[in-house]
T-cell receptor
Framework: NAGVTQTPKFQVLKTGQSMTLQCAQD?????MSWYRQDPGMGLRLIHY???????DQGEVPNGYNVSRSTTEDFPLRLLSAAPSQTSVYFC??????????????FGNGTRLTVT | DQQVKQNSPSLSVQEGRISILNCDYT??????FLWYKKYPAEGPTFLIS?????DKNEDGRFTVFLNKSAKHLSLHIVPSQPGDSAVYFC?????????FGKGTRLSVIA
């Protein structure tokens, strides 16, 4: 049982570069989301999706794009990396939208450094 | 403004004693509360939750208490074990929203 798989585990980018953080889940969950965790901060929601073809913005969406072409995959794209995007990124999934007695299943994170 | 506050960044407890982690919230629309545990280099894992219609939920060594009038919840771990050393996040859920606290680092000393 793989659960939620994130790749890569670590990434270093130069300012202005673009990249895609991959996230895949094998639990057939409808809800998927991306969070970032910064020192001294809680987890902050970047984007989320309640099903294939449907995405929406979270609390801190600027500088990021997402798409959901399949139930399994929910990639996060950084369009032009900035040092402020240095963070640990977590992908999470849930069988139901949050708030309906459905805890999130998290991946192990991608640690991104932008220089 | 923080809707979910964990005012203690860290807590140290001796093995075998009780650990009490606290969480305060401001939004009265929150109706479901969760605790997650996070080890270094891993993602958070769900620990225990409570609905706003209850005031207590117990699962083995873990108990969550909810005081709606005070907008306060707490996680009790009894007895604490060295493997409980981790960062604990409180989260509150309401219509269309889920908000995490900043976390409390628990260290259980053998």
């Amino acid at each position: 049982n793989a659960g939620v798989t994130q790749t890569p585990k670590f990434q270093v980018l130069k300012t202005g570069q673009s990249m895609t953080l991959q996230c895949a889940q094998d639990m057939n969950h409808e809800y998927m989301s991306w969070y970032r965790q910064d020192p001294g901060m809680g987890l902050r929601l970047i984007h989320y999706s309640v099903g294939a073809g449907i995405t929406d913005q979270g609390e801190v969406p600027n500088g990021y794009n997402v798409s959901r072409s399949t139930t399994e995959d929910f990639p996060l794209r950084l369009l032009s990396a900035a040092p402020s995007q240095t963070s640990v990124y977590f992908c999470a999934s849930s069988p139901l939208p949050t708030g309906l007695s459905s805890p999130l299943h998290f991946g192990n994170g991608t640690r991104l450094t932008v220089t | 403004d923080q809707q979910v506050k964990q005012n203690s960044p860290s807590l140290s407890v001796q093995e075998g004693r009780i650990s009490i982690l606290n969480c305060d919230y401001t939004n009265s629309m929150f109706d479901y509360f969760l605790w997650y545990k996070k080890y270094p280099a891993e993602g958070p894992t769900f620990l225990i939750s409570i609905s706003s219609i209850k005031d207590k939920n117990e699962d083995g060594r873990f108990t969550v208490f909810l005081n709606k009038s005070a907008k306060h919840l707490s996680l009790h771990i009894v007895p604490s074990q060295p493997g409980d050393s981790a960062v604990y996040f409180c989260a509150a859920s309401g219509p269309g929203t889920l908000v995490f606290g900043k976390g409390t680092r628990l260290s259980v000393i053998a």
